[in-house]
T-cell receptor, first 108, second 114 residues
Framework: GQSLEQPSEVTAVEGAIVQINCTYQ??????LSWYQQHDGGAPTFLSY????GLEETGRFSSFLSRSDSYGYLLLQELQMKDSASYFC?????????FGAGTQVVVTP | SQTIHQWPATLVQPVGSPLSLECTVE??????LYWYRQAAGRGLQLLFY??????ISSEVPQNLSASRPQDRQFILSSKKLLLSDSGFYLC?????????????FGDGTRLSIL
């Protein structure tokens, strides 16, 4: 079967760095995506890794290790607006399987 | 640019009533279309996806059905709603020309069953 594991909640102060880990088990793995969802809103796409290594997009970076079935999202220079839920999602056979999400709480 | 519209934003329905949620995409052709449900504080569960008109794949046996009568229109329906159908329903699209593209979500419909 398929499964994804990510922490349920992370709390950090403004300006800090947060790393959200995601481990997965799946067949037919094509890549790992990350989505951000603010309370009451729709998920928005952040990043996609198909190959091993680090992808950087501004303050956010995402990493993938296919051999370890592991990835992470790195949030740098945290801002209050980064308070949201973050989901990792595995691309498998043309579909997305989402994790349960990590709630990031940014405090002043 | 591409946009996705989903309505209504909120809906309160009695148990046993029918349901119809609509989703349309603009600015692209032959998109892959998806319906998800999200329970409070949880991840997204894929309900249906479609790669073309009239082509629907169901992921989870349930009380719901989906239809794609036009290229950029995706409808989620039920003949008789159950209490367990409450949740946040999200429609999404992705570009079918390249596999494993990001999915782009509509604003969602918050459905409460009384």
């Amino acid at each position: 079967g398929q499964s994804l594991e990510q922490p349920s909640e992370v709390t950090a102060v403004e300006g800090a760095i947060v790393q959200i880990n995601c481990t997965y088990q799946t067949s037919g793995f094509y890549g790992l995506s990350w989505y951000q969802q603010h309370d009451g809103g729709a998920p928005t796409f952040l990043s996609y890794n198909a190959l091993d290594g680090l992808e950087e997009t501004g303050r956010f970076s995402s990493f993938l290790s296919r051999s370890d079935s592991y990835g992470y999202l790195l949030l740098q220079e945290l801002q209050m607006k980064d308070s949201a839920s973050y989901f990792c999602a595995v691309h498998s056979w043309g579909k997305l399987q989402f994790g349960a999400g990590t709630q990031v709480v940014v405090t002043p | 640019s591409q946009t996705i519209h989903q309505w209504p934003a909120t809906l309160v329905q009695p148990v046993g009533s029918p349901l119809s949620l609509e989703c349309t995409v603009e600015g692209t052709s032959n998109p892959n279309l998806y319906w998800y449900r999200q329970a409070a504080g949880r991840g997204l569960q894929l309900l249906f996806y479609s790669v073309g008109i009239g082509q629907i794949s169901s992921e989870v046996p349930q009380n719901l059905s989906a239809s794609r009568p036009q290229d950029r229109q995706f409808i989620l329906s039920s003949k008789k709603l159950l209490l367990s159908d409450s949740g946040f329903y999200l429609c999404a699209w992705s570009d079918d020309r390249v596999s494993n593209q990001p999915q782009h979500f509509g604003d969602g419909t918050r459905l409460s069953i009384l």
